[in-house]
């Protein structure tokens, strides 16, 4: 079990907490992976506040911590022996409102190693004109992350669909998930979901339960991004109300590179260990606040599902993909397999590998090409069903 400090800034939105954990992790690796093969880094914050940031230097906002990351990538280039490099980083901050971006504006003096453009405005009308500014050359991670859901994936196309790029939203699910039947807002939706067929796939769902409309609903958005900006991967993380099981919104990340869907899962990991830690520190919380007697009370039919049995079902439901693409694709290369795997299902790399290892041990799956002593499977070993 690990032991994260929740810093009190953070105390009373605890879910941001997570998203900045998430997203520190992610970019810490993916920086500094990226630098090693392009001359520019670019990161591009659409809705970057600084909103309700209490931390010093901006250490609990999005794009401080992108900033950072970028600081530290740049460095540690600079100071490697052999292979230095000397990798440009430019930051995109857009910000709507007066007084954040005010401060935005002073950003620039905190990071000197970074490039930093503040934009005055309307995302959805700067995207086009940051996109057109970005060299072809240049690698793009773009943070989506609205307040609400009034995104019109259209207008982002520019930013998403270039060649080298990837994406996260913030797909503010409990929001959107209110008013999809309300006539007036039909448009907001047909905006977020180009060219989805939502409003039969969400009523029949709907029809379901809740939990299908859930899923449903997220499918939608994950289509949607996938088509714009033509990803190849997407996936998400579902970041809860603090110490309950209810969704407040879902990241949802959208690469073409394989390693980045690797790098993407290990984090979101790293994230559901920090959110489920939160959980216990707040039913305990609660529970100290309030008594025994309340433990009989029906608020604790929200305690959290722990993330390990979410984990252990994602590594099942994993599983019957792997069975499923060895007898439907027999011949399909291993390294074509475990991304599709890990965009899918909440799994590690290392736990794709190691699950193909247990399955072709127990017969159930075959390799040709498996080496002697090979533990789990190289990316050029042909899948069979056994
Ligand atoms: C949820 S906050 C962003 C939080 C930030 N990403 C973080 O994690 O630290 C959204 C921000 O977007 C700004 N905003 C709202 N509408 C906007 C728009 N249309 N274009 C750009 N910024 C906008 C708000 O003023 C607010 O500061």
Redesign the pocket.
């Known amino acids: 079990m690990i032991d994260i400090e929740v810093p009190p800034h953070y105390v009373g939105r605890e879910q941001?907490f997570v998203?900045?954990h998430f997203?520190r992790n992610y970019l810490e690796r993916l920086v500094h992976k990226i630098a090693s093969a392009y001359d520019e880094v670019v990161y591009v914050?659409?809705?970057?506040?600084?909103?309700k940031?209490g931390g010093e230097a901006y250490t609990?906002?999005?794009?401080g911590i992108a900033l950072q990351s970028m600081t530290d990538a740049r460095q540690s280039w600079l100071d490697m022996p052999q292979h230095r490099r000397n990798v440009r980083m430019t930051a995109h901050l857009?910000?709507?409102?007066t007084q954040?971006f005010a401060e935005l504006e002073t950003i620039g003096t905190l990071f000197p190693q970074v490039t930093v453009h503040p934009h005055r405005?309307?995302?959805?009308n700067?995207a086009p004109t940051i996109a057109a500014r970005i060299p072809s050359r240049a690698f793009t991670f773009s943070?989506i992350?609205?307040?609400g859901f009034k995104l019109d994936l259209e207008e982002l196309r520019p930013l998403l669909a270039r060649p080298q790029s990837e994406v996260v939203f913030?797909f503010m699910f409990d929001f959107a998930n209110r008013f999809t039947t309300l006539e007036s807002l039909g448009d907001t939706y047909d905006r977020l979901l180009p060219g989805i067929d939502w409003r039969p796939r969400i009523a029949s769902a709907d029809a379901a339960g809740p939990t299908e409309r859930k899923a449903a609903f997220l499918a939608c958005f994950k289509e949607a991004v996938k088509s714009v900006g033509g990803y190849k991967y997407v996936a998400d993380v579902d970041i809860r109300y603090p110490g309950t099981n209810r969704t407040f919104y879902f990241l949802v990340y959208g690469t073409r590179e394989p390693p980045g869907i690797a790098v993407f899962r290990d984090c979101q990991i790293k994230a559901l260990e920090a959110q489920s830690m939160i959980s216990g520190q707040r039913s305990l919380q609660k529970r100290e606040t309030a008594g025994q007697g309340s433990l009989f009370d029906s608020s604790w039919e929200t305690a959290p599902v722990s993330h390990r049995q979410f984990l252990d079902e994602q590594r099942a439901a994993a599983r019957i993909s792997l069975m499923d693409i060895a007898s439907a694709e027999a011949g399909i290369q291993w390294g074509k397999v475990w991304p599709r795997l890990l965009a899918d299902h909440a799994i590690r790399k290392k736990d794709a590998g190691s699950m193909a290892a247990a399955l072709r041990k127990s017969g159930e799956i075959a390799f040709s090409g498996w080496e002697p002593n090979k533990r789990v499977p190289s990316d050029g070993y042909e899948l069979r069903s056994a």
């Open positions: 941001a998203k900045h997203l914050d659409g809705y970057s506040g600084p909103w940031s609990d906002t999005s794009f857009v910000e709507k409102q954040p405005g309307d995302f959805l700067v943070l992350d609205p307040k913030n």
